[in-house]
């Protein structure tokens, strides 16, 4: 080890937010993180893997930051908690967020 170079657990600089979409459409989350080692970001719900085939896992800063982009929306197979996991070899932390999914329909107003 180098001196002045400490290892460090990874720490996030972007996390996901809670969001609500509508069946049919689409929605992403952003997920960045920095440590030393530089961490790597994955994607999980309910204790697995993200690996739907409406999905798209979009790495960006080697790997440190993740968009997880969903679609075409699905309720309920799509509501649930989505979790972030930043891992280097210090050890791993992770932060979540809540997607709702709601019926298209619902939100189409008729003009009298």
């Known amino acids: ?10 720490e996030f600089t ?14 992403s989350f952003v997920c960045q ?9 994955s994607w999980m719900k309910k204790g697995k893997k993200i690996s ?5 896992i979009i790495e960006f800063d080697e790997g440190a930051g993740s ?11 799509d509501d649930g908690i989505y979790e972030c996991v930043a891992e ?6 992770s932060v979540s967020a809540r997607l709702s999914v709601i019926q298209g ?6 003009q009298p």
């Open 52 to 56: 739907f085939q409406h999905s798209e």
């Open 105 to 110: 329909e619902s939100c189409i107003f008729k």
């Open 1 to 10: 080890m180098l001196l002045g170079v400490s290892h460090a657990l990874p």
């Open 88 to 93: 280097n070899t210090e050890g791993n932390v």
């Open 14 to 27: 972007k996390v996901p937010v809670d969001q609500i979409g509508v069946s049919g459409g689409v929605i």
């Open 67 to 77: 968009v997880l982009r969903i679609e075409p929306l699905r309720a309920p197979r």
């Open 33 to 41: 993180a920095t440590g030393n080692p530089k961490p790597r970001v």
